[in-house]
């Protein structure tokens, strides 16, 4: 991401106007979305707010990491590193000096289903800001001595993280769960596979993803619906219409394992996976606050209670619902003292056997509820990059424009008689299971 040092103090300045501009807020302020369409037929939601003088678009293109094609891998990731290194007739300097005048941010990301791209530019600058982005999207120049400098940041990050033994548990979780499939392959690349990726080898990536039918888009700020539909045209209008993206198949976990990687360190870290549910299944929100009451985000959820809390066996503890386009599971992870970690193991064992023997009390659900409503407001349309995220996610997940008006409702229409069915549907199941740390004594 570009964040050059004049354009940092702006931001700044103006995020401080937006913070102090939030406190003031009511706290059910309305974020109105509106469904837009370009004169060319491109799509975008869109929230117009005149509060601070900023425009923000993020959008995403359906296919990320996954795409990588074998031996390949870390071409995807290379490649969101690129598009601030020159475009069009502009090198590296001459394009980031363009950006810093033209008081914008540009970012470029990926995960595993999705490339991503934002600006956050200045309104009474938007026409410079715009001219580069459209620049970046369609004309990135991918020289060489760019090239051999991002690669160069990723290989060091790779031997950075070949030093922390939390990576070679995660490769073998993720080699453990899905086999040979994508989501098992490494997005970052290896020192081999980054060594042979070429200019050419971005072009035809960059030419893969970037179409209009897998784009969505996000607007926030100081822009009416004209004007976004006209920056649209704009940035998006010469795109081809189809991508050319490789069909990536659908993954269960493979659970019912039980793994262990000896690693001389003073804690064993301990991951389990469960099965999950796609998000559109009707279910879905009743397995989200089950999750929420067994090892949510708050200090009452039932594992911190009875593994940090009762009993000292760690210092964190979580549950959270893993949703992939082509995979789901319902992971919990902690660590503790390697001469705890059986003791640790059985504590979870028996707090996911008795949600899924009993679900959860009224009183847990219901305060369940009431965070998971609060705090969407601070965790989702806290600020407009925020929004802007917000809505390419709900598109990406296809939830429709109106499921934040809908979201509290449906919340609050799950029972304790639904969040019962579901946990006997997928805490019954034998988990994966991985043990980091040292060889327990014997």
Not at 206 to 230: C, K, P, S
């Amino acid at each position: 991401m570009t964040l050059l040092p004049p354009l940092r103090r702006t931001l700044a300045a103006i995020a401080t106007s937006c913070a102090l501009l939030l406190a003031t807020l009511p706290a059910q302020a309305e974020v109105v979305f509106q469904d837009i369409t370009s004169p060319k037929g491109i799509k975008a939601w869109l929230v117009e707010d005149y509060a601070v003088p900023i425009v923000t678009i993020r959008f995403a293109f359906e296919g990320g990491t996954t795409q990588d094609p074998i031996g390949k891998e870390g071409l995807t990731t290379l490649l969101t590193t690129l598009f601030d290194e020159g475009a069009g007739d502009l090198d590296s300097e001459a394009f980031q000096i363009a950006l810093d005048d033209a008081g914008a941010e540009m970012g470029f990301a990926a995960d595993t289903d999705a490339f991503y791209g934002s600006m956050r530019m200045l309104a009474d600058q938007r026409d410079e800001a715009v001219a580069l982005l459209k620049l970046a999207i369609e004309e990135p120049r991918f020289d060489q001595n760019p090239i051999d400098r991002m690669r160069a940041q990723l290989v060091t990050g790779i031997n950075a993280a070949a030093q922390n033994p939390g990576t070679a548990a995660q490769r073998q979780w993720a080699t453990a769960l899905y086999g040979d499939h994508p989501y098992a392959r490494r997005s970052e690349g290896t020192l081999e596979t980054l060594a042979g990726l070429t200019a050419q080898d971005l072009r035809a990536m960059h030419t893969r993803l970037f179409a209009r039918q897998n784009l969505h888009v996000g607007i926030v700020g100081a822009i009416d619906a004209e004007a976004a539909t006209a920056m649209l045209d704009t940035l998006f209008g010469t795109l081809p219409e189809q991508p050319d993206l490789t069909d990536i198949a659908d993954i269960a976990p493979k659970l019912g394992q039980d793994l262990r990687v000896d690693y001389d360190l003073p804690q064993t870290s301990i991951f389990m996976a469960y099965p999950s549910l796609e998000r559109d299944d009707p279910d879905y929100l009743a397995a989200y606050l089950m999750t929420q009451i067994l090892g949510g985000d708050t200090f009452g959820s039932r594992l911190t209670t009875e593994v940090r809390e009762k009993r000292g066996l760690t210092y964190g503890i979580s549950a959270a619902l893993n949703n992939m386009a082509h995979s789901q599971a319902l992971v919990i992870s902690t660590a503790t003292r390697a001469d705890r970690a059986g003791e640790t193991l059985d504590v979870i064992k028996q707090v996911v056997a008795d949600m899924a023997a009993s679900g959860p009390t009224e009183d847990e659900l219901a305060a369940a509820k009431k965070y998971l409503i609060g705090s969407y407001a601070i965790n989702e349309l806290s600020s407009s990059s925020a929004i802007a995220n917000t809505l390419v996610g709900l598109q990406l997940r296809a939830l429709g424009i109106d499921y934040i008006a809908r979201r509290a409702e449906l919340i609050n229409a799950v029972s304790v008689a639904d969040i019962k069915t579901v946990a006997r549907k997928l805490l019954t199941a034998q988990p994966a299971i991985l043990q980091m740390g040292p060889q327990p004594a014997s």
